[in-house]
């Protein structure tokens, strides 16, 4: 089955710093993996997909950017962070076997201040 | 614009009550609608619906889907204290790209007493 390790756990930022969080996926090879964004009192809203090595589609217009250099492994990146990315991101991978849905990744709470 | 509507958004229930939460979309090109149960960080998953009326279900859970009406219901019966957690409603639509993104409701807050 598949296992996603997700770092860092916590964070806190000041306005205009950098950001970056990485992903990694195990149990699988050539998933699709996204990049989700939970902010408060709203749904989990898609960020970026990739269905493969730097193969990268960008969901809504933001100040956030995301890579993919290996297989398995989906990074997030922001050059100066704003206020409004503060939230709860979470990694997700889809691999071939659709039928078991996602797995996600236990989040980045990241506070933007 | 994909739409998931869950609803309620919260609910409070004594243990050993039976709760019924539910999900409407509208989403261009249905490819299935997906359950997961979200405590504190990474949502897991509880069921996939591709099919109309076809129960799935997993012990005290199950969900059922309507692709006429474009809705689908959770149950969970003989409610735990350990069923509290956030709810979340997923729609995956087919997409030329091959993205196989979801759109996903706001989630049902499920907190149950004991």
């Known amino acids: 089955s598949q296992t996603i390790h997700q770092w860092p756990a916590t964070l806190v930022q000041p306005v205009g710093s950098p950001l970056s969080l990485e992903c990694t996926v195990e149990g699988t090879s050539n998933p699709n993996l996204y990049w989700y964004r939970q902010a408060a009192g709203r749904g989990l809203q898609l960020l970026f997909y990739?269905?493969?090595?730097?193969?990268i589609s960008s969901e809504v217009p933001q100040n956030l950017s995301a890579s993919r250099p290996q297989d398995r492994q989906f990074i997030l990146s922001s050059k100066k962070l704003l206020l409004s990315d503060s939230g709860f991101y979470l990694c997700?991978?889809?691999?071939?076997?659709?039928?078991?849905?996602?797995?996600f990744g236990s989040g980045t709470r990241l506070t933007v201040v | 614009e994909d739409k998931v509507v869950q609803s309620p958004l919260s609910l409070v229930v004594h243990e050993g009550d039976t709760v019924t939460l539910n999900c409407s979309y509208e989403v261009t090109n249905f490819r299935s609608l997906l359950w997961y149960k979200q405590e504190k960080k990474a949502p897991t998953f509880l069921f996939m619906l591709t099919s109309s009326g076809i129960e799935k279900k997993s012990g005290r859970l199950s969900s059922i889907l309507d692709k006429k009406e474009l809705f689908s219901i959770l149950n969970i019966t003989a409610t735990q204290t350990g069923d509290s957690a956030v709810y979340l409603c997923?729609?995956?639509?087919?997409?030329?790209?091959?993205?196989?993104?979801?759109?996903f409701g706001k989630g049902t807050h499920l907190i149950i007493q004991p």
């Open positions: 990739s269905i493969g090595i730097d193969q």
């Open positions: 997923a729609v995956g639509a087919y997409s030329g790209g091959g993205a196989d993104g979801l759109t």
């Open positions: 997700a991978s889809l691999g071939r076997d659709r039928a078991r849905g996602y797995t």
